[in-house]
């Protein structure tokens, strides 16, 4: 059974950045079945996809156009983690964060959630 | 603002159905039949319901249906149950510019 859990700091200031860790159990970040996503639920309540990195013989990435020119994700594969930085977050980057497994074009596993508040 | 358009909220008593729909462009709904649907309780991680428009997971019961009509899809819950009572998110695959969006969400009452 595939499980993601999720940690990082629940309160970012203004202008920083935003550091979250997705600790991978019962499948790869490598796995050549998978992409690996962020996903976020803001205050005012929709789904925006932020970015997804997957292996097929190299590594690859795919970002979100609102979110391209500030966004980091990297397969840590010593550790089976996914991490995510989010540069110059403003209070508009407030929202729920959520790791999750992509697979045959499905979202099948999510982690927990992490609220993530941008204030000073 | 969400790529996809769903209604804010829809309501049905227990053992009626309810319809959430979920209106997109020829660029993601119109145009891949990836679109999927998650029911989110809350604080609990979304879960999905259906993929490939109509196809179910293993384990979800077969009240949940789905499907699509040019750039909507839509998800029927029939024979509501006190328990359906969560929101409800689409999202599709809009190929590879802008790669996956999703809806505003609705939120089922159960009344």
């Known amino acids: 059974q595939v499980q993601l859990q999720q940690s990082g700091p629940g309160l970012v200031r203004p202008s920083q950045t935003l550091s979250l860790t997705c600790d991978i159990s019962?499948?790869?970040?490598?796995?050549?079945?998978?992409?690996w996503n962020w996903i976020r639920r803001s205050p005012s309540g929709g789904l925006e996809w932020l970015v997804r990195?997957?292996?097929?013989?190299?590594?690859?990435?795919d970002y979100a156009v609102s979110v391209r020119s500030r966004i980091n994700i990297n397969p840590v594969t010593s550790r089976n983690q996914l991490s995510l930085q989010l540069n110059s977050v403003t209070p508009e980057d407030t929202a729920v964060y959520y790791c999750?497994?992509?697979?045959?074009?499905?979202?099948?596993?999510w982690g927990q959630g992490i609220l993530v508040t941008v204030s000073s | 603002q969400s790529a996809l358009t769903q209604p804010r909220s829809v309501s049905g008593s227990p053992g009626q159905s309810v319809t959430i729909s979920c209106t997109g462009t020829?660029?993601?709904?119109?145009?891949?039949?990836?679109v999927s649907w998650y029911q989110q309780h809350p604080d609990k991680a979304p879960k999905l319901i259906i993929y490939?428009?109509?196809k179910r997971p293993s384990g979800v019961p077969d009240r949940f249906s789905g499907s699509k009509s040019g750039n909507t899809a839509s998800l029927t819950i029939s024979g509501l149950q006190p328990e359906d009572e969560a929101d409800y998110f689409c999202?599709?695959?809009?190929?590879?510019?802008?790669?996956?969006?999703f809806g505003g969400g609705t939120m089922l009452t159960v009344l």
């Open positions: 020829s660029n993601d709904v119109g145009a891949y039949d990836y």
């Open positions: 990195t997957y292996y097929r013989s190299k590594w690859f990435s």
């Open positions: 999202c599709s695959w809009a190929g590879t510019f802008t790669f996956w969006v």
């Open positions: 999750a497994r992509e697979q045959s074009s499905t979202y099948d596993t």
């Open positions: 490939d428009v109509n």
């Open positions: 019962g499948d790869s970040v490598s796995s050549i079945r998978a992409a």
